[in-house]
């Protein structure tokens, strides 16, 4: 698949919420997932641990995904969220983007970015 096609079907799967199912038919087992905050996870295991956390910690009211932005091997998708932590109760709403890396038609590494403030 090419990265246009993967980026696509990223965009497609995560506005429905498809966590699971993006995961699985779309990354690398030796995926690198890098957030700003956390260790980097490796290999699709620690992504699906990733994912088990944030399916358990969020109450999601709106994922907005826009793009893909496709350029050779790499896509960039900029994620709008508007949720709720399931433990403290607090609402919020996230902005970031992913940065995605394909190799032989799956992801291998993704890298997110959060918006830090306004410019």
Known sequence: MSTEKV???VVELVRKQAWYEALDTLYDNDIVSVEATAPEARGKEAVRGKVDWWVDA??????KANGPFVAHDRFVVQYDADVT??????????????????????????????FTGKG
């Open 85 to 114: 932590d399931k433990n403290s109760k607090k609402r919020m709403q996230l902005s970031e983007v992913g940065v995605y890396t394909v190799k032989n038609g799956k992801i291998i590494r993704e890298e997110f970015l959060p």
């Open 58 to 63: 969020m109450e999601v009211h709106s994922f």
């Open 7 to 9: 980026a696509k079907k």
